[in-house]
């Protein structure tokens, strides 16, 4: 069992970066794909990023490649999401997600809100 919670979220303005945090629970951590989801207002969920157990391999969304990098600490069970120039259009709820590979994930955080004023 893995539980995750999210940080970091908030408002900020076009171009300014952010950096949003999951903490993990569960001593298997380090053994999960990592990722970040997010849902706007009126919208689907969708993917962001994810990263490998190892980090060895990151994947991206088109609309935030070059953006956004995604890390993690296993040492500390935490996966981090590094967004910079940031865009009105990433204002959504950013969710952090754990899974035993990329398009398995079956744990999921609150979220955390990230509002990008234009």
């Known amino acids: 069992q893995v539980q995750l919670v999210e940080s970091g979220g908030g408002l900020v303005q076009a171009g300014d970066s952010l950096r949003l945090s999951c903490a993990a629970s569960?001593?298997?951590?380090?053994?999960?794909?990592g990722g970040w989801f997010r849902q706007a207002p009126g919208k689907e969920r969708e993917f962001v990023a994810a990263?490998?157990?190892?980090?060895?391999?990151?994947y991206y969304a088109d609309s935030v490649k070059g953006r956004f990098t995604i890390s993690r600490d296993n040492a500390k069970n935490t996966v981090y999401l590094q967004m910079h120039s940031l865009k009105p259009e990433d204002t959504a709820v950013y969710y952090c997600?754990?899974?035993?590979?990329?398009?398995?994930?079956?744990?999921w955080g609150p979220g955390t809100q990230v509002n990008v004023s234009s």
């Open positions: 569960g001593r298997t951590f380090s053994s999960y794909t």
């Open positions: 990263i490998s157990w190892s980090g060895d391999s990151t």
């Open positions: 997600a754990a899974g035993l590979r990329v398009g398995a994930f079956n744990y």
